[in-house]
C-alpha cells in the first residue's frame, strides 16, 4: 500500500491550499483517512480525520478553516485549507486507519506572513 499526497507549497498568509491524497494497492476495510501535521522539535499532531461513515472530526487550531473529504471509490482523501496563517507551516502526512495503520511520506506546507 502507497500513500501519494500531493498539493503542497508555498503561499501568503490568508490564501488557499489543497492537499489530496490517493492510496494505491489493497486496502481491506479503511476505517477512517486523516491528515497530521509536524513540525520540527514537535510531535505528529492530528488536523482532521473523516471516518467511513462520513462522520469528521478537526483540531481545533483548524475548525472553520480546513475542510477534509474524501472519494471512496478513488481511496482518495482531501484537505481544503481556507485563511492559512504562518502558523499552519509544517509537513503535512496523510493517514489511513485499516487493519494497518498506513502513513505519507508528508507533503510541505509553508505559509509567509
Known amino acids: 500500500v502507497q500513500l501519494q499526497a500531493s498539493g503542497g507549497g508555498l503561499v501568503q498568509a490568508g490564501g488557499t491550499l489543497r492537499l489530496s491524497c490517493a492510496a494505491s494497492g489493497t486496502i481491506f476495510s479503511i476505517t477512517a483517512m486523516a491528515w497530521y501535521r509536524q513540525t520540527p522539535g514537535k510531535q505528529r499532531e492530528l488536523v482532521a480525520r473523516?471516518?467511513?461513515?462520513?462522520?469528521?472530526n478537526y483540531a481545533d487550531f483548524v475548525k472553520d478553516r480546513f475542510t477534509i473529504s474524501r472519494d471512496n471509490a478513488k481511496n482518495t482523501v482531501y484537505l481544503k485549507m481556507n485563511s492559512l496563517k504562518p502558523e499552519d507551516t509544517a509537513v503535512y502526512y496523510c493517514?489511513?486507519?485499516?487493519?494497518?495503520?498506513?502513513w505519507g511520506k508528508g507533503t510541505q506546507v509553508t505559509v509567509s506572513s
Open positions: 493517514n489511513v486507519l485499516s487493519d494497518i495503520n498506513y
Open positions: 473523516i471516518f467511513s461513515s462520513g462522520r469528521t
